[in-house]
C-alpha cells in the first residue's frame, strides 16, 4: 500500500481514493471508499492509453465480463466507468496475498489447504463457464487468498465461448506457462483452456515450482506446446490428479464440475485454512489496510445521496441473483441501490439530561413501522437497522434519520436475523431459505433451501437454525448446503423459542425447560447437557468455556460440560435467577434477582454488592445491549440504562404498553422496538 503521489487522482466516482494498491503499463489500482464507508480496488486506465482502441476495448471487455459472472469466488463488481472521460472500474476490495506471493513468503500449499484450493477454483470456473465466458489468464498472480476462500481476479482477457482470439502480431495470448498450448498456437479457445490454465496453478501451489519453465518465454511456450509437465516436486496423492489438467489435447481434460468432485474438501479444510500461517498472514493483510484507512481519516461524505427505494417484487427487466435450487424467485428484481451512509457517532446530546436521571430526547421516532406483539432483536449494523416489519417481512430504515431504505415482504419477520460481517447478516424467508443478504441494499448473496423457521446461532463455518419439522439443522456457509440435521429435544423444538451460541466446535442450546445442551458442530451429536433449572438464558462463549445462567451461574469448559465453577444466588423463582451472561475484561457479568453482579471468569469469585436493581417479571434471558459507555436491559417499567460497567442507574426509558421491548445498538445509538414502533435515541 502507498500513498497517493503528486499525479493521482483525488475522486473517481462515489469513490475518495486512498492509497495505491498496484499499477503496471495498462493502468494503477487504487484504494477507494465511497460514501457508506464501505473499500473497494478501484482500477483505472492511463488517460494516454485511453485513445488506444485495443486497449480500451479490452477494459471495457473486463467490466462487461466482470458484471456477468455471479460467483462467489470472484471479485464483485461494484461499479464502472467505460464510456466518455477516464475509464475505472471498481470491485470488491479483497485483503489477502496473491497465490504467487504466498508460495514465496510460506512455502508450498499443505494438503489440506490445496485440497480446499483446488475444490474453491474449480467450482470458480464452472460458475464462469456456467455465465458463457472463458477466464483465459488463470494464473498465481490473479487468484487473491483471502479469509473466506480464493478468490479470482482480472477479466482482461476474458471472452465469450463464442468469441475469436484476442492475439495479434507480437501480443502475448496469456502468461507464459500457464496459458494452454492452444493459446500459445494462437488457435480458437474453449472453457478447457481454462482448465489446463487450473492445472498449472495447482501444481506451482503444490509444489513451489512452475510446472513449465525456461531461460526466456519462447522457450517456456515451447515446453507448454511440446514438453511434458514437471509434476515431480508434487506430492503422489495429487499428482495423478492434477496430470489430466495438463493434456495437450483440450477434449482430454477434465471438466470443473468433474475436478471439484476429485478434490471434494473434507471437514476441516476450511477451518484449517481459516487457522494456518496463511490465515495470520491473510488477517495481519486486513489490519493493515484498516490501520491505512483509519490513519487516512473517515470519509467526508457522510450525509446519504439520493437512493432507491427497494421492495421484494419482480422488476421487469431485473437482475436475477444466484439462489440454490431456484427457490428464490422474489430476489430477482435489481437490488443495486445506492448504499446509505454510517451516521456519525450519536454525541451531541446534553450530558444534563443524564445527570439528573431524566430519559434524554428521542434521535427519532417513535414510528409505527414494526411488527406488533413478541418479536425478535432488531440488528443495527453498517448505518441501518433491520426489524420486523409491521405488515410482514424485514425493512431497513437509515439509523442517522429512521427513513426508510428497503423491505422484504417475503422474509421471515419472526425467525430472527445474524450478524454475518461488517456489511452483511442471514435472515430466513417464508419459504424455509436461509439467505444471505447486504444490510446497505437487502441484495442477496446465496440461498439455501432449509425448511427454516428459526435461526438459531452461527459461527465461522455454519447457520444453526431450528426447522419446521422440530428439527436442529446445520447450514454450511462455505459451499451454501445442509450440512446435518438432528432432532430437537424437548424444551429446544421451536415453539419454546430456545437460546444458542456456537463457538469451539461446540453448539450450545439453553432451553425452556432449563436444560442446556452441546452439540458437535461436526456432526449434531450432542456431547453434553446440564440442567440450569430455569430457561433460556443465553449462554456466552469464550475460548475453551461456556458460562450459563438459571438457579447457578455456571462456567463450564465447553468441549465436555466439565464444571470449572458455580455461584449460587437466592434464586425462590425464575425472577430471581442468573439472566443471561455477557463478557468483558475477564469479568462475567450477569443480572441476579434484578441485580447485575461481577464474577471473575477465572475462578469464580464474586463481587455481591451489585447494582441499582431492574424490576422484572421474569428471568433476563437476553444479555443486556451494550453500546458506548451504556448498559441497556428492558424490564417492567421500561427500558433501563446503566453505565458500563453496570453501577448506578442512569436513567429508564419508560413505557406503558406493558410488551416487552426488544432492541440493538451501533454508533452511540440503541435502536427500541416496542408494540410496533421503531424509536432511536442516544447513548453516552
Keep these: 500500500m502507498q500513498p497517493l503521489g503528486p499525479g493521482d487522482p483525488l475522486r473517481l466516482g462515489p469513490y475518495r481514493l486512498l492509497g495505491v494498491l498496484g499499477a503496471g503499463g495498462m493502468g494503477?489500482?487504487?484504494?477507494?471508499?465511497?460514501?457508506?464507508?464501505?473499500?473497494?480496488?478501484?482500477?483505472?486506465?492511463?488517460?494516454?492509453?485511453?485513445?488506444?482502441?485495443?486497449?480500451?476495448?479490452?477494459?471495457?471487455?473486463?467490466?462487461?465480463?466482470?458484471?456477468?459472472?455471479?460467483?462467489?469466488?470472484?471479485?464483485?463488481?461494484?461499479?464502472?466507468?467505460?464510456?466518455?472521460?477516464?475509464?475505472?472500474?471498481?470491485?470488491?476490495?479483497?485483503?489477502?496475498?496473491?497465490?504467487?506471493?504466498?508460495?514465496?513468503?510460506?512455502?508450498?500449499?499443505?494438503?489440506?489447504?490445496?485440497?480446499?484450493?483446488?475444490?474453491?477454483?474449480?467450482?470458480?470456473?464452472?460458475?464462469?463457464?456456467?455465465?458463457?465466458?472463458?477466464?483465459?489468464?488463470?494464473?498465481?498472480?490473479?487468484?487473491?487468498?483471502?479469509?473466506?476462500?480464493?478468490?479470482?481476479?482480472?477479466?482482461?482477457?476474458?471472452?465469450?465461448?463464442?468469441?475469436?482470439?484476442?492475439?495479434?502480431?507480437?501480443?502475448?495470448?496469456?502468461?507464459?506457462?500457464?496459458?494452454?498450448?492452444?493459446?500459445?498456437?494462437?488457435?480458437?479457445?474453449?472453457?478447457?483452456?481454462?482448465?489446463?490454465?487450473?492445472?498449472?496453478?495447482?501444481?506451482?501451489?503444490?509444489?513451489?515450482?512452475?510446472?513449465?519453465?525456461?531461460?526466456?518465454?519462447?522457450?517456456?511456450?515451447?515446453?507448454?506446446?511440446?514438453?511434458?509437465?514437471?509434476?515431480?516436486?508434487?506430492?503422489?496423492?495429487?499428482?495423478?490428479?492434477?496430470?489430466?489438467?495438463?493434456?495437450?489435447?483440450?477434449?482430454?481434460?477434465?471438466?470443473?464440475?468433474?475436478?471439484?468432485?476429485?478434490?471434494?474438501?473434507?471437514?476441516?479444510?476450511?477451518?484449517?485454512?481459516?487457522?494456518?500461517?496463511?490465515?495470520?498472514?491473510?488477517?495481519?493483510?486486513?489490519?493493515?489496510?484498516?490501520?491505512?484507512?483509519?490513519?487516512?481519516?473517515?470519509?467526508?461524505?457522510?450525509?446519504?445521496?439520493?437512493?432507491?427505494?427497494?421492495?421484494?417484487?419482480?422488476?421487469?427487466?431485473?437482475?436475477?441473483?444466484?439462489?440454490?435450487?431456484?427457490?428464490?424467485?422474489?430476489?430477482?428484481?435489481?437490488?443495486?441501490?445506492?448504499?446509505?451512509?454510517?451516521?456519525?457517532?450519536?454525541?451531541?446530546?446534553?450530558?444534563?439530561?443524564?445527570?439528573?436521571?431524566?430519559?434524554?430526547?428521542?434521535?427519532?421516532?417513535?414510528?409505527?413501522?414494526?411488527?406488533?406483539?413478541?418479536?425478535?432483536?432488531?440488528?443495527?449494523?453498517?448505518?441501518?437497522v433491520i426489524f420486523s416489519a409491521r405488515d410482514s417481512g424485514l425493512a431497513a430504515h437509515q439509523a442517522v434519520d429512521g427513513k426508510a431504505v428497503w423491505r422484504l415482504p417475503e422474509a421471515s419477520g419472526t425467525a430472527g436475523t445474524l450478524q454475518l460481517s461488517e456489511a452483511d447478516f442471514i435472515a430466513v424467508t417464508d419459504k424455509g431459505e436461509v439467505v444471505s443478504l447486504n444490510a446497505s441494499t437487502g441484495e442477496q448473496l446465496w440461498a439455501v433451501p432449509a425448511d427454516a423457521e428459526r435461526l438459531l446461532a452461527l459461527d465461522e463455518s455454519c447457520v444453526y437454525v431450528l426447522t419446521r419439522a422440530d428439527e436442529i439443522r446445520a447450514v454450511e456457509m462455505s459451499e451454501p448446503k445442509p450440512l446435518w440435521t438432528v432432532k430437537a429435544p424437548e424444551g429446544m423444538q421451536t415453539a419454546d423459542r430456545p437460546l444458542a451460541a456456537a463457538g469451539g466446535e461446540r453448539l450450545v442450546i439453553s432451553g425452556s425447560n432449563g436444560v442446556v445442551i452441546a452439540l458437535s458442530t461436526d456432526s449434531g451429536r450432542e456431547v453434553w447437557r446440564r440442567s440450569q433449572g430455569w430457561g433460556p438464558a443465553m449462554p456466552a462463549i469464550d475460548r475453551s468455556s461456556v458460562y450459563l445462567g438459571g438457579t447457578d451461574l455456571a462456567a463450564l469448559m465447553l468441549a465436555d460440560g466439565t464444571e470449572r465453577w458455580t455461584v449460587s444466588g437466592y434464586a425462590s423463582s425464575p425472577v430471581d435467577g442468573w439472566g443471561a451472561p455477557w463478557l468483558k475484561e475477564q469479568v462475567v457479568y450477569s443480572f441476579n434477582g434484578g441485580r447485575a453482579q461481577s464474577v471473575r471468569m477465572s475462578n469464580g469469585d464474586t463481587d455481591m454488592r451489585g447494582t441499582d436493581s431492574v424490576e422484572s417479571d421474569v428471568m433476563i434471558a437476553l444479555p443486556p445491549v451494550i453500546e458506548g459507555r451504556s448498559v441497556l436491559v428492558d424490564g417492567v417499567e421500561g427500558v433501563s440504562v446503566f453505565h458500563d460497567p453496570p453501577s448506578r442507574l442512569a436513567w429508564v426509558y419508560r413505557s406503558d404498553t406493558g410488551t416487552p421491548t426488544v432492541m440493538a445498538g451501533s454508533g452511540r445509538r440503541v435502536f427500541l422496538v416496542n408494540d410496533g414502533n421503531l424509536t432511536a435515541v442516544p447513548v453516552l
Design 28 to 384: 494503477r489500482v487504487y484504494l477507494g471508499q465511497d460514501g457508506a464507508g464501505r473499500t473497494a480496488a478501484v482500477k483505472v486506465l492511463h488517460p494516454a492509453l485511453t485513445n488506444d482502441h485495443n486497449l480500451a476495448q479490452r477494459f471495457v471487455r473486463e467490466a462487461q465480463a466482470a458484471r456477468t459472472v455471479t460467483s462467489r469466488g470472484v471479485a464483485r463488481l461494484l461499479d464502472a466507468q467505460t464510456e466518455a472521460g477516464r475509464l475505472w472500474i471498481s470491485t470488491e476490495f479483497l485483503a489477502g496475498p496473491t497465490l504467487d506471493s504466498a508460495v514465496e513468503k510460506h512455502g508450498p500449499l499443505d494438503e489440506s489447504a490445496l485440497r480446499y484450493l483446488a475444490h474453491s477454483l474449480a467450482r470458480t470456473l464452472s460458475d464462469i463457464h456456467r455465465a458463457g465466458l472463458i477466464h483465459r489468464d488463470i494464473k498465481p498472480s490473479n487468484i487473491v487468498l483471502t479469509s473466506t476462500g480464493p478468490r479470482v481476479i482480472d477479466f482482461g482477457i476474458a471472452r465469450p465461448e463464442h468469441g475469436l482470439t484476442l492475439t495479434t502480431t507480437g501480443q502475448a495470448p496469456a502468461t507464459p506457462g500457464y496459458g494452454a498450448p492452444e493459446q500459445v498456437l494462437g488457435q480458437r479457445v474453449g472453457p478447457s483452456a481454462d482448465v489446463f490454465s487450473l492445472g498449472a496453478v495447482l501444481a506451482y501451489a503444490a509444489s513451489g515450482r512452475r510446472t513449465f519453465d525456461g531461460a526466456h518465454i519462447a522457450a517456456v511456450q515451447y515446453e507448454v506446446v511440446h514438453g511434458e509437465p514437471q509434476l515431480n516436486l508434487v506430492p503422489q496423492q495429487f499428482r495423478s490428479l492434477i496430470e489430466p489438467l495438463l493434456s495437450k489435447v483440450p477434449g482430454n481434460r477434465p471438466l470443473p464440475e468433474q475436478i471439484a468432485r476429485v478434490f471434494t474438501a473434507r471437514r476441516g479444510d476450511e477451518k484449517n485454512w481459516r487457522t494456518s500461517a496463511l490465515a495470520s498472514d491473510i488477517k495481519d493483510r486486513e489490519a493493515e489496510v484498516t490501520r491505512f484507512v483509519t490513519a487516512v481519516g473517515p470519509t467526508a461524505e457522510r450525509q446519504p445521496s439520493r437512493r432507491r427505494f427497494l421492495v421484494a417484487s419482480l422488476v421487469a427487466g431485473g437482475v436475477a441473483l444466484t439462489a440454490v435450487g431456484g427457490s428464490a424467485a422474489w430476489w430477482m428484481n435489481n437490488r443495486r441501490g445506492e448504499p446509505v451512509a454510517i451516521p456519525p457517532d450519536a454525541d451531541s446530546v446534553a450530558y444534563d439530561e443524564y445527570a439528573d436521571g431524566r430519559s434524554p430526547r428521542p434521535l427519532w421516532g417513535p414510528l409505527s413501522v414494526a411488527a406488533r406483539g413478541t418479536v425478535p432483536q432488531p440488528l443495527a449494523m453498517h448505518g441501518v
